[in-house]
């Protein structure tokens, strides 16, 4: 039996009979035209809405359609933690192919909604459609609890260039599956089976980091609700990238000390690690800048149960522009992440 066979009514009274749990200020959610929500009074919204097309973000027989689930909303979280926002509800736009089997819909949503739940992040409504790939937007509304937004604007001369995450691993894992991917990858819906297929603990976390990103919610509201942060944004499209966002719109120069640049242990096929680092993109680390006073206030007060923060450059005064410098030797960096229009 394949999804034709069914109809919108059946998958979205599926939807609709999950359990979930709501937020009280939630007063309409599936089921109706609107949703309709009273948000957090005295807060602003954030709001936020990602793609994923088949062909250009992932492949149907490299992802099981669970952790495809579980991306599609962890990116979106992704963008939440970089202005500092928690998340608060989404909404889902999904369009399937004909011939896929029904339980790929119930694996899908079955990972999103336990990713959702796992962030109290429950999902309130959206669309379902029928095409010739599958395609997901997810949109994500967020709140600020008692801090600020955090834009890529902000940073100011002399500001610490800090990083925390990983990055690299998400282009070494696709490069595995450029490589070697299989028709059976797509069965693998648990991390246990990943890291039997993967073989070894490197390629597992490289494969993981790509299939299942890490978002620092946590970690980017209390960078906000604790202004230590001028400027932020996640590495989504890659350090060299994302980095050039906030120098062009902040007017100022970056350098990057690649001595203290965190590189993945290796390299996978001729992809090497610092290439990885710098322009693989799909890490959703976190890239903020801070002064001297925050630096201080940041080394006293950042929680033990966070991942580390590393110091990786600074800006200055300057052409809008990202450098390199290793062992006292500098060169210009051009900016090699992915874009949609390039790539």
């Known amino acids: 039996m394949d999804i034709s066979k069914l109809c919108e009514k059946d998958l979205t009274d599926w939807l609709r009979d999950r359990s979930q749990s709501f937020p009280s200020s939630i007063i309409q959610h599936i089921g109706d035209d609107c949703a309709v929500f009273d948000p957090p009074l005295k807060s602003n ?18 992802i099981s359609p669970y952790f495809l689930g579980r991306k599609s909303l962890l990116v979106n979280l992704s963008d939440l933690a970089a202005v500092g926002a928690r998340p608060y509800a989404c909404l ?29 992040t429950p999902l309130i409504g959206g669309d379902l459609s029928q095409s010739a790939s599958i395609f997901v937007s997810v949109t994500t509304w967020g709140f600020f609890e008692t801090g600020r937004p955090v834009w890529r604007s902000q940073a100011q001369d002399g500001d610490t260039l800090v ?72 590495i989504s499209d890659g350090l060299s990238s994302d980095l050039l966002q906030i120098v062009q719109q902040s007017n100022l120069t970056a350098e990057i000390d690649l001595d203290h ?11 090497n690690s610092l290439e990885a680092a710098l322009n693989g993109g799909e890490d959703y680390a ?36 990202v450098y390199l410098k290793r062992g006292g030797q500098r060169e210009s960096c051009e900016a090699g992440g992915f874009d949609h229009f390039r790539s």
């Open 45 to 62: 919204l954030a709001i936020t809405t990602d793609m994923l097309l088949e062909d250009v973000h992932f492949r149907r027989h490299w």
């Open 92 to 120: 889902l736009g999904l369009a399937l192919p004909a011939d896929l089997p029904p339980n790929y819909f119930h694996s899908f949503m079955k990972g999103l909604l336990e990713e959702g739940a796992r962030w109290n």
């Open 163 to 234: 990083l925390i995450g990983e990055i690299g691993l998400s282009r070494l894992g696709l490069e595995i599956l450029r490589r070697e991917g299989s028709s059976e990858l797509w069965k693998i819906d648990n991390e246990a089976s990943l890291a039997q297929w993967a073989g070894e603990n490197f390629r597992y976390r490289c494969l993981k980091a790509h299939f299942l990103p890490q978002a620092l919610v946590q970690v980017g509201s209390w960078l906000s609700e604790n202004q230590v942060a001028n400027a932020m944004i996640d």
């Open 261 to 271: 640049l965190p590189l993945p242990e290796g390299s996978i096929g001729e992809v």
């Open 286 to 321: 976190l890239l903020f800048t801070a002064s001297q006073k925050q630096m201080e206030r940041l080394s006293s007060t950042f929680p033990s149960e966070f991942p580390p923060y590393r110091v990786i450059g600074h800006l200055s005064r300057g052409e809008p522009s």
